[in-house]
DNA sequence: GCAAGGTC
């Protein structure tokens, strides 16, 4: 009889195999391993009779090293490292596994491999038959091929053995170099670059602190990064929109403008005022329809991970633990995957039908599976099948362990109810809209009524709102209760959280299902990133450093396309298109080309660095001479010196040392070619004047201002000092005359905001254009901000001789028509309620503004309505200063 | 001391 080795890539398969194979006829014994037991039967392949093996390892048997004399740090240059040369072994902790397939392999005829069919399992395969064929030349090697693990397909792929795939195990092996070469050159270069010439403040240990570099860690902390510039150059800008409601006895219409907004003040008043006018609204359209809101794919491992994050806040590698917790119990199916889609051989009913006695859910699985209830629906497809597991789905029913966390309570009742609402009718609601017409301007307001819950009622995760409507006829004309114009200003994107994360990640193919929180949890360890309570990512300054460095090379190593080129060539490689060495040659020449230049380019990371970080007295750097000479001790902190430095543009600054405790600083101006410290003393000024009695200095000074900090990117400093205001030098007057809050409209010094000359304008053009003004007596106080009001005629063409109140300030646009004061019952063509404006009243904003979502100019942009005050906790973006926005800045005049 | 990819 032929004996047969059959290797697995994990015990869990090694036991499915053999058990289907054997129809459950089996004997078990331990290997040298604990976990992977050898499972023994006898079987039939192709009509011969073999006697079976089956064993398995756990994952990757082998690592890729360097040398042993390339592996100490100093012991080459690490540019050596492209070149230096690498071997595949097998580590300590997997020799047991190795031995037991020696020692099997030496009695087997046959080897078969049942590694995952993805390219790292056939890359597996061939670490396996290395060791096996190292024992046993005469082996005859064979591969199976099954894509799920279920009995037709695993007695297919039986009858039906192959041969290994090399290309695609050579793909894996490219990039295990190239990974290796790319990651140790640049972590060690940056390490040793830095870690000694700075204060690293973010780790207790800096001395231990590794710098580290991977072509996957570092397009994420990018994504973080990337993210938190746009946050910090974003420019609010304010908006204007027409927002109207109509009561009636069945309640509260809202309608809202269907143009949006419009940033333009004047174009926003002029349609304003045609609808204020006439401001009859007549119903154009009313229309309803049946809407669904279908339940969510099935379950693969990111989407676990986004949901955990969003529904519990758990962290992407904690949903993986205890994901893995409970596969590892027989809870829930295999949580590493890729697949959304169910095979039409997966038995859903069964699964359900274990559910039923569920003090929670169990009354809605009897739901599902009564016919007459119609509630089951075959799930939906989400296109993605890893051809090696299933969705993520419930395999054992539980109504919860003893030994259970909460997070794993949490995580198993989100597979259950995911699994369940997936195999549900979507759920329908109800929807109308309303559109009318007001002066030409449209509106429209509409109303959900949800029909049927369906998966809803055991989705407890999603919501769908239900919002009533009055009813409205086509044709229908009333007039408005409110019509106000509203403004608000644009806010940044909000920084990204895990789940977004993990979507920049899986778009840009930044690591596997598998790994994407391993490097999530790296950025974290290597201080790169902090996480918020609601799980947002900011980057460190240690991360935002690094990337400016590299950036300021010019280098995009730390955005997603390098890895993506790598996966284009691992594919080439996989197909036969290229060949391993080729691609290893074209991609590590260039690899090496970019890091020789990167160490030519060095001080960009210094200057980066300097940026955010204190010079550490152990550095014995060769690029330092320049920088950090002393000049005075600081007046400001009083506890450290000023030093001099050049920053990253290359301009010359004067800082404190304490920073960021103390952000003393003097920004030289950009033409200043050169600066030094000399002895002598300046007879017009005290010791440690700084160019205030150059007359060159002070004439550049004021010709062109200082230099920003990190204007280009928007970086703010993270604090100010809490013993003084930012930075008051002589040499930066603007901005020491800058602390009058700054006017909301056109974010200028200088005047109030009731003062704007562009509002002073814009409702003069209003005025002009439709009303004038009386010698009217002060005779009410304006409701919304207390100044007397005037009694005015109107002359419009609806209107004309119609008088109204308006408010005397010229920042506040209330009015009311004084008929509609007096007892109520209005002319007829005039409104029945008040209508006002609050467009340029900021003290009314706040009660009438709307929240809009979504709808800015940029990409993912939120706005709120603006409170009229000057947002709290905002600050200019450019020098961190509360007193301005970046509009304002004094230093941008340069 | 370094990567990323498998896995218990």
Same mark, same amino acid.
């Given at each position: 009889?032929?004996?047969?080795?059959?290797?697995?890539?994990?015990?869990?398969?090694?036991?499915?195999?053999?058990?289907?194979?054997?129809?459950?006829?089996?004997?078990?014994?331990?290997?040298?391993?604990?976990?992977?037991? *050898?499972?023994?039967?006898?079987?039939?392949?192709?009509?011969?009779?073999?006697?079976?093996?089956?064993?398995?390892?756990?994952?990757?048997?082998?690592?890729?090293?360097?040398?042993?004399?390339?592996?100490?740090?100093?012991?080459?240059?690490?540019?050596?490292?492209?070149?230096?040369?690498?071997?595949?072994?097998?580590?300590?902790?997997?020799?047991?596994?190795?031995?037991?397939?020696?020692?099997?392999?030496?009695?087997?005829?046959?080897?078969?491999?049942?590694?995952?069919?993805?390219?790292?399992?056939?890359? *597996?395969?061939?670490?396996?038959?290395?060791?096996?064929?190292? @024992?046993?030349?005469?082996?005859?090697?064979?591969?199976?091929?099954?894509?799920?693990?279920?009995?037709?397909?695993?007695?297919?792929?039986?009858?039906?053995?192959?041969?290994?795939?090399?290309?695609?195990?050579?793909?894996?092996?490219?990039?295990?170099?190239?990974?290796?070469?790319?990651?140790?050159?640049?972590?060690?270069?940056?390490?040793?670059?830095?870690?000694?010439?700075?204060?690293?403040?973010?780790?207790?240990?800096?001395?231990? $602190?590794?710098?580290?570099?991977?072509?996957?860690?570092?397009?994420?902390?990018?994504?973080?990064?990337?993210?938190?510039?746009?946050?910090?150059?974003?420019?609010?800008?304010?908006?204007?929109?027409?927002?109207?409601?109509?009561?009636?006895?069945?309640?509260?219409?809202?309608?809202?403008?269907?143009?949006?907004?419009?940033?333009?003040? %004047?174009?926003?008043?002029?349609?304003?005022?045609?609808?204020?006018?006439?401001?009859?609204?007549?119903?154009?359209?009313?229309?309803? +329809?049946?809407?669904?809101?279908?339940?969510?794919?099935?379950?693969?491992?990111?989407? =676990?991970?986004?949901?955990?994050?969003?529904?519990?806040?758990?962290?992407?590698?904690?949903?993986?633990? @205890?994901?893995?917790?409970?596969?590892?119990?027989?809870?829930?199916?295999?949580?590493?995957?890729?697949?959304?889609?169910?095979?039409?051989?997966?038995?859903?009913?069964? *699964?359900?039908?274990?559910?039923?006695?569920?003090?929670?859910?169990?009354?809605?699985? +009897?739901?599902?599976?009564?016919?007459?209830?119609?509630?089951?629906?075959?799930?939906?497809?989400?296109?993605?099948?890893?051809?090696?597991?299933?969705?993520?789905?419930?395999?054992?029913?539980?109504?919860?362990?003893?030994?259970?966390?909460?997070?794993?309570?949490?995580?198993?009742?989100?597979?259950?109810?995911?699994?369940?609402?997936?195999?549900?009718?979507?759920?329908?609601?109800?929807?109308?809209?309303?559109?009318?017409?007001?002066?030409?301007?449209?509106?429209?307001?509409?109303?959900?009524?949800?029909?049927?819950?369906?998966?809803?009622?055991?989705?407890?995760?999603?919501?769908?709102?239900?919002?009533?409507?009055?009813? #409205?006829?086509?044709?229908?004309?009333?007039?408005?209760?409110?019509?106000?114009?509203?403004?608000?200003?644009?806010?940044?994107?909000?920084?990204?959280?895990?789940?977004? =994360?993990?979507?920049?990640?899986?778009?840009?193919?930044?690591?596997?299902?598998?790994?994407?929180?391993? #490097?999530?949890?790296?950025?974290?360890?290597?201080?790169?990133?902090?996480?918020?309570?609601?799980?947002?990512?900011?980057?460190? !300054?240690?991360?935002?450093?690094?990337?400016?460095?590299?950036?300021?090379?010019?280098?995009?190593?730390?955005?997603?396309?390098?890895?993506? $080129?790598?996966?284009?060539?691992?594919?080439?490689?996989?197909?036969?298109?290229?060949?391993?060495?080729?691609?290893?040659?074209?991609?590590?020449?260039?690899?090496?080309?970019?890091?020789?230049?990167?160490?030519?380019?060095?001080?960009?990371?210094?200057?980066?660095?300097?940026?955010?970080?204190?010079?550490?007295?152990?550095? !014995?750097?060769?690029?330092?001479?320049?920088?950090?000479?002393?000049?005075?001790?600081?007046?400001?902190?009083?506890?450290?010196?000023?030093?001099?430095?050049?920053?990253?543009?290359?301009?010359?600054?004067?800082?404190?040392?304490?920073?960021?405790?103390?952000?003393?600083? @003097?920004?030289?101006?950009?033409?200043?070619?050169?600066?030094?410290?000399?002895?002598?003393?300046?007879?017009?000024?005290?010791?440690?004047?700084?160019?205030?009695?150059?007359?060159?200095?002070?004439?550049?000074?004021?010709?062109?201002?200082?230099?920003?900090? @990190?204007?280009?990117?928007?970086?703010?400093?993270?604090?100010?000092?809490?013993?003084?205001?930012?930075?008051?030098?002589?040499?930066?007057?603007?901005?020491?005359?800058?602390?009058?809050?700054?006017?909301?409209?056109?974010?200028? %010094?200088?005047?109030?905001?009731?003062?704007?000359?562009?509002?002073?304008?814009?409702?003069?053009?209003?005025?002009?254009?439709?009303?004038?003004?009386?010698?009217?007596?002060?005779?009410?106080?304006?409701?919304?901000?207390?100044?007397?009001?005037?009694?005015?005629?109107?002359?419009?063409?609806?209107?004309?001789?119609?008088?109204?109140?308006?408010?005397?300030?010229?920042?506040?646009?209330?009015?009311?028509?004084?008929?509609?004061?007096?007892?109520?019952?209005?002319?007829?063509?005039?409104?029945?309620?008040?209508?006002?404006?609050?467009?340029?009243?900021?003290?009314?904003?706040?009660?009438?503004?709307?929240?809009? +979502?979504?709808?800015?100019?940029?990409?993912?942009?939120?706005?709120?309505?603006?409170?009229?005050?000057? *947002?709290?906790?905002?600050?200019?973006?450019?020098?961190?200063?509360?007193?301005?926005?970046?509009?304002?800045?004094?230093?941008?005049?340069?």
């Amino acid at each position: 009889m032929i004996k047969v080795l059959n290797v697995a890539e994990k015990p869990s398969v090694a036991k499915s195999v053999a058990t289907i194979l054997s129809r459950n006829q089996l004997r078990v014994r331990d290997g040298r391993s604990r976990y992977n037991k *050898i499972f023994e039967f006898n079987y039939s392949i192709n009509g011969q009779q073999c006697h079976m093996l089956v064993t398995s390892v756990t994952g990757h048997l082998m690592e890729v090293e360097f040398e042993d004399r390339f592996r100490k740090w100093h012991s080459c240059d690490p540019a050596d490292l492209y070149t230096a040369p690498v071997r595949k072994y097998v580590p300590e902790d997997k020799l047991d596994i190795k031995r037991t397939l020696e020692e099997e392999a030496r009695r087997c005829h046959w080897l078969v491999l049942w590694l995952d069919c993805d390219r790292e399992g056939e890359n *597996i395969a061939f670490e396996v038959m290395e060791v096996c064929k190292g @024992v046993n030349r005469n082996l005859t090697i064979r591969r199976a091929r099954f894509s799920a693990l279920i009995e037709r397909d695993i007695h297919e792929a039986a009858q039906n053995l192959i041969a290994p795939n090399q290309w695609f195990s050579d793909a894996v092996d490219a990039r295990q170099e190239i990974d290796l070469r790319i990651g140790a050159s640049f972590t060690r270069f940056q390490t040793m670059l830095l870690r000694d010439r700075f204060v690293i403040d973010s780790a207790q240990d800096d001395r231990n $602190l590794v710098l580290s570099y991977g072509p996957c860690q570092f397009p994420t902390l990018g994504f973080v990064v990337e993210r938190y510039w746009e946050i910090q150059s974003h420019e609010p800008e304010e908006f204007w929109t027409i927002n109207c409601t109509h009561r009636s006895d069945e309640g509260l219409a809202s309608f809202s403008w269907m143009r949006g907004h419009l940033f333009d003040y %004047t174009s926003s008043v002029i349609l304003y005022e045609m609808c204020v006018e006439e401001p009859t609204a007549t119903v154009t359209k009313v229309q309803q +329809q049946e809407k669904l809101k279908y339940p969510p794919y099935p379950l693969s491992t990111i989407e =676990l991970e986004k949901r955990a994050s969003r529904y519990f806040r758990m962290s992407s590698e904690q949903t993986m633990k @205890v994901a893995e917790d409970l596969y590892q119990a027989g809870f829930i199916s295999y949580p590493r995957t890729e697949t959304d889609s169910f095979s039409s051989r997966t038995d859903l009913h069964t *699964i359900v039908q274990e559910h039923q006695e569920h003090p929670v859910w169990g009354s809605y699985a +009897q739901r599902l599976l009564d016919p007459g209830a119609g509630l089951w629906r075959n799930p939906s497809n989400g296109g993605h099948d890893d051809k090696a597991h299933p969705p993520i789905h419930p395999t054992k029913f539980s109504a919860g362990e003893s030994r259970w966390s909460q997070d794993h309570h949490r995580l198993y009742e989100l597979v259950v109810r995911h699994f369940l609402a997936c195999v549900s009718q979507p759920a329908v609601g109800a929807e109308t809209v309303v559109e009318i017409d007001i002066a030409g301007e449209r509106f429209s307001a509409s109303g959900r009524v949800i029909l049927a819950k369906n998966y809803l009622d055991v989705y407890r995760f999603e919501s769908w709102g239900d919002s009533m409507i009055p009813t #409205h006829v086509q044709g229908q004309q009333f007039i408005p209760a409110t019509l106000t114009l509203d403004s608000g200003v644009t806010r940044p994107p909000p920084l990204l959280s895990e789940a977004d =994360l993990l979507s920049c990640m899986d778009k840009a193919g930044i690591g596997t299902d598998a790994t994407m929180h391993d #490097h999530i949890k790296k950025l974290l360890d290597r201080f790169y990133v902090t996480k918020d309570a609601n799980t947002r990512f900011s980057p460190t !300054n240690l991360g935002e450093a690094l990337v400016m460095g590299y950036d300021d090379m010019g280098y995009e190593l730390w955005k997603p396309n390098l890895r993506s $080129l790598m996966e284009y060539d691992m594919k080439e490689v996989s197909v036969g298109n290229k060949s391993k060495a080729e691609v290893l040659a074209t991609c590590l020449q260039q690899m090496k080309a970019c890091f020789l230049d990167a160490k030519v380019n060095k001080v960009k990371l210094l200057e980066a660095m300097a940026i955010f970080f204190n010079r550490s007295d152990r550095s !014995n750097g060769d690029d330092s001479s320049a920088l950090g000479e002393n000049v005075r001790p600081c007046g400001l902190c009083q506890e450290a010196n000023m030093v001099l430095k050049k920053n990253r543009d290359g301009n010359f600054m004067v800082g404190c040392s304490g920073f960021p405790q103390c952000r003393n600083a @003097v920004w030289l101006p950009g033409p200043v070619l050169e600066a030094t410290i000399t002895n002598n003393i300046c007879n017009s000024c005290t010791p440690g004047c700084i160019g205030g009695c150059d007359e060159t200095l002070r004439q550049l000074i004021e010709i062109c201002g200082t230099g920003s900090r @990190v204007q280009a990117r928007g970086r703010p400093p993270t604090t100010t000092p809490s013993n003084g205001p930012p930075t008051t030098t002589p040499s930066n007057p603007q901005r020491s005359n800058s602390r009058q809050a700054p006017c909301i409209y056109c974010y200028q %010094t200088g005047h109030a905001s009731t003062d704007c000359p562009s509002r002073i304008s814009a409702t003069r053009h209003v005025q002009s254009h439709g009303m004038n003004q009386q010698n009217g007596e002060s005779s009410i106080p304006c409701s919304t901000c207390g100044t007397p009001c005037v009694l005015r005629t109107a002359n419009t063409a609806n209107n004309r001789g119609r008088k109204f109140y308006s408010c005397s300030s010229q920042a506040c646009n209330f009015f009311v028509w004084e008929d509609s004061l007096n007892n109520g019952s209005a002319p007829r063509s005039a409104p029945r309620q008040n209508i006002s404006s609050s467009a340029s009243n900021p003290s009314r904003r706040g009660g009438r503004g709307r929240g809009v +979502q979504n709808a800015g100019r940029a990409g993912d942009v939120t706005f709120v309505s603006a409170t009229g005050e000057p *947002i709290s906790g905002r600050r200019c973006f450019v020098c961190g200063d509360p007193s301005h926005f970046a509009n304002a800045c004094p230093s941008r005049g340069s």
